[in-house]
């Protein structure tokens, strides 16, 4: 299932965290070779994980991470604009409505529709929060799966070559494309909102009370 | 339309003031225009202090402040840190303190239903800007879908404000343009459109939409419209 998590409650979850943490540095470090910082524990984090970002997490069924993203506002610190304006020909990307999502994990052994399943969720927070685009930094492998599932990403703005090659990006989100990802993932529309709704409190009941 | 040229009114107001009271006459007009019982924004600096405006009673602030509400309200309690919005009613109201402290806030007027968009600033800075309102489900559900754009960007608005009067704080630093949404808003100044802009800036019009979008909050407009008017004025761009 997929849960929605702030850093500050990530202890509610320590097998989650645990292997989330893990996971990352699998990926990023192991697997990618990107230059990150992997703690004694194994855990791979950066200062954007101090700040309370919010964590779109794929939780398997043993209760371990099964893939994840992360969400921070471009209206305060965040990766894009921190390190990477050479990608958005100097524009600091600063919207309420437009918020970053960095790294973007899926373990070793994630199930195939994991990765639509995190690109559903992350429609879901544009849809329940009223952000309108993510901006995004991602690998080259990365495209190659955003393309998969059906959810490729505007690029800003690239540098590097090859697998080196990391890229900003945007994504936007129709109706239609939300309801692709959501057969990719294989998980109903109601389903996924109501993961949401298990997170973030129930919705209001509007037209229940109607029909009441 | 009348609608949208008072808020783009009262928000340009607000960014000339120089001094915090403006914020309450801002507040107040806006509650007026959006025809809600109350408005209230609330911040915490990076000190720890505190600074609030809005149209909340002043028994109700006296009260509030007096039984340390601040600890037990399931807004702040929700919010805190958080930054994404929230419909009061998908908060935890369920312990026996939050539903007193229910009852006595609406006994005062507050309303039955709430909206609170949390701000995370610089440096710690956190700051909560909520609407309330008596109503029922229906009409509220209605006016949370139909007014969330305009109060996020509210919400930042007068956030940018407060921090303009923190001490160490240079206005210009979150406000001045890149040189490419100079461009893109320059153009778009011309009477170009959004293809012709894209195609003379040589981007895609995704992110030609997201230049704009930047630029229109760095410029503390409601729209695109708006945001070019903001340029023009200000002097960053000429045409």
Same mark, same amino acid.
């Given at each position: 299932m997929i849960r929605y998590i702030y850093a500050n409650d990530l202890n509610n979850f320590p097998k989650l965290k645990r292997s989330m943490f893990l996971d990352r540095a699998d990926q990023f470090?192991? =697997?990618?070779?990107? $230059?990150v910082q992997v703690n004694a524990q194994g855990e791979e984090r950066d200062e954007? $994980?101090? &700040?309370n970002p919010l964590y779109v997490i794929w939780e398997k069924a043993d209760g371990t991470h099964g893939g994840s993203m992360r969400l921070l506002p471009t209206?305060? *610190?965040c990766m894009v604009n921190d390190h990477f304006l050479n990608l958005t020909d100097g524009? =600091?990307?600063?919207?309420? &409505?437009i918020w970053e999502c960095t790294r973007f994990c899926l373990s070793r $052994?994630?199930? *195939? =529709?994991t990765a639509a399943a995190l690109m559903l969720a992350g429609g879901e927070v544009m849809c329940g929060f009223g952000v309108e685009h993510y901006v995004g930094v991602f690998d080259a492998r990365m495209v190659r799966i955003y393309r998969m599932i059906g959810s490729s990403p505007e690029i800003l703005g690239a540098q590097g070559e090859g697998r080196e090659k990391i890229s900003v990006g945007l994504w936007s989100f129709t109706d239609q494309a939300r309801e692709a990802v959501a057969r990719r993932a294989g998980i109903s529309l109601e389903l996924s909102k109501n993961w949401f709704d298990r997170s973030f409190g129930r919705a209001p009941q509007y037209a229940l009370a109607r029909t009441a | 339309m009348a609608m949208k040229q008072r808020l783009e009114l009262i928000l340009e107001e607000l960014e000339r003031?120089?001094?915090?009271e403006a914020l309450q006459a801002a507040i107040v007009a806006l509650r007026d225009l959006f025809s809600v019982d109350h408005m209230v924004y609330h911040w915490v600096n990076s000190d720890g202090e505190q600074y609030g405006c809005g149209t909340y009673s002043s028994d109700w602030v006296e009260l509030y402040v007096a039984k340390d509400y601040l600890r037990i309200d399931p807004v702040i309690v929700g919010c805190y840190q958080n930054f994404h919005p929230v419909d009061?009613?998908?908060?935890?109201? +369920? +312990?026996k303190a939050a539903r007193t402290f229910q009852a006595e806030a609406i006994e005062h007027g507050v309303g039955n239903q709430g909206f609170s968009v949390p701000i995370r600033g610089p440096n710690g800075q956190f700051a909560l800007y909520t609407v309330s309102h008596n109503c029922d489900d229906e009409e509220w559900g209605e006016f949370t879908e139909q007014h969330r754009r305009d109060l996020i960007l509210i919400a930042h608005e007068f956030n940018k404000k407060a921090l303009?009067?923190?001490? +160490?704080?240079?206005?210009?630093q979150s406000r001045a343009l890149s040189p490419r949404e100079v461009d893109a808003m320059t153009l778009l100044a011309m009477g170009y459109s959004r293809a012709q802009v894209a195609d003379t800036l040589s981007i895609s019009e995704h992110t030609l939409r997201v230049y704009i979008e930047s630029a229109r909050f760095k410029l503390g407009a409601m729209n695109t419209t708006h945001a070019v008017a903001r340029a023009m004025s200000r002097g960053l761009i000429v045409v």
């Open positions: 470090k192991t =697997r990618l070779g990107w $230059d954007y $994980d101090a &700040l209206t305060s *610190s524009v =600091r990307i600063q919207s309420p &409505l $052994d994630a199930e *195939s =529709r | 003031a120089r001094e915090l009061w009613k998908r908060l935890d109201w +369920s +312990s303009d009067f923190e001490p +160490s704080r240079t206005p210009e």
